[in-house]
């Protein structure tokens, strides 16, 4: 069983340990459709059997050695239009955690969820907003720790690969839940929303560097406060979705 001890107000401070699930963000949602949750509330496990990635892609995890969670956030001051403040605060709440123990690399968040150590995925963030009174944001985060082997996953790393440190997981995710609860408070703040777009913009990976959709170039541009990305070429600018195409990033 992990251990948790976030340095936080109650994000992480209810923490459900399972050993081995299906998937950490399945088992929360059902959670909170049966029950009232206390906000933070966190599930943990060791191994995930079926865990989600974005557009439907699976997670790939060893057992024991990373950091597979979710959590539960009610947003309640936040608009439905000012959602994807949540995948701000949470893509930067990750990027600073891997930046505190790889500080000597370029650690970036790749939109619309994923973190970057240089060219490498270290950790992947999967957000699902039950709408309703209150908002149920089911927080899902998957850090690659201390794996050493990506099998089939050359652009995959972990962190103790960039760190040439073996860590403990329970403090990497601890860690994060702190980070968590930090830049979720901003948006309780006048002007906070506004901050935390505008630091996520300023992590970008490739950010005004030229990418691939559909065999044309684009530069990135940046994202907007609803959570497009931003890119253009001589045709003009784009607005995308994260479910709506395909981007080569390398």
């Known amino acids: 069983m992990l251990n948790l001890n976030p340095q936080s107000l109650f994000v992480g401070q209810s923490v459900i340990f399972v050993q081995e699930i299906d998937s950490t963000n399945e088992y929360l949602k059902n959670l909170a459709k049966q029950r009232n949750l206390t906000e933070g509330t966190v599930v943990v496990t060791e191994f995930q059997s079926k865990g989600k990635g974005q557009r439907g892609n699976t997670w790939q995890s060893e057992a024991g050695v990373n950091g597979l969670f979710s959590c539960l956030l009610q947003p309640k001051g936040l608009r439905p239009d000012q959602l994807s403040a949540i995948s701000f605060l949470v893509g930067l709440a990750v990027r600073a955690v891997v930046q505190k123990y790889a500080p000597d690399k370029v650690v970036t968040v790749k939109w619309p969820n994923d973190i970057m150590v240089e060219n490498k995925k270290v950790a992947g963030i999967l957000i ?54 930090k830049y979720y408070l901003l948006t309780k703040r006048d002007g906070g929303v506004k901050q935390l777009w505008e630091l996520y913009v ?3 990976y490739k950010h005004e560097e030229t990418v691939q959709i559909n065999g044309e170039g684009f530069k990135v541009i940046g994202v907007k406060e609803t959570g497009e990305l931003i890119v253009s070429n001589k045709k003009g600018e784009r607005l995308l979705q994260h479910k709506e195409v ?5």
Request: proline share 3%; hydrophobic share 40%.
């Open 202 to 204: 300023s992590q970008l």
């Open 128 to 181: 699902e907003n039950m709408l309703g009174e209150p908002v149920n944001s089911i927080i899902g985060i998957g850090m690659n720790i201390n794996q050493k082997v990506f099998n089939l996953l050359p652009d995959a790393t972990s962190m103790s690969l960039e760190s040439t440190d073996k860590l403990d997981v329970a403090s990497v995710i601890s860690d994060c839940l702190t980070f968590v609860e």
């Open 246 to 250: 395909d981007i080569q990033w390398n």
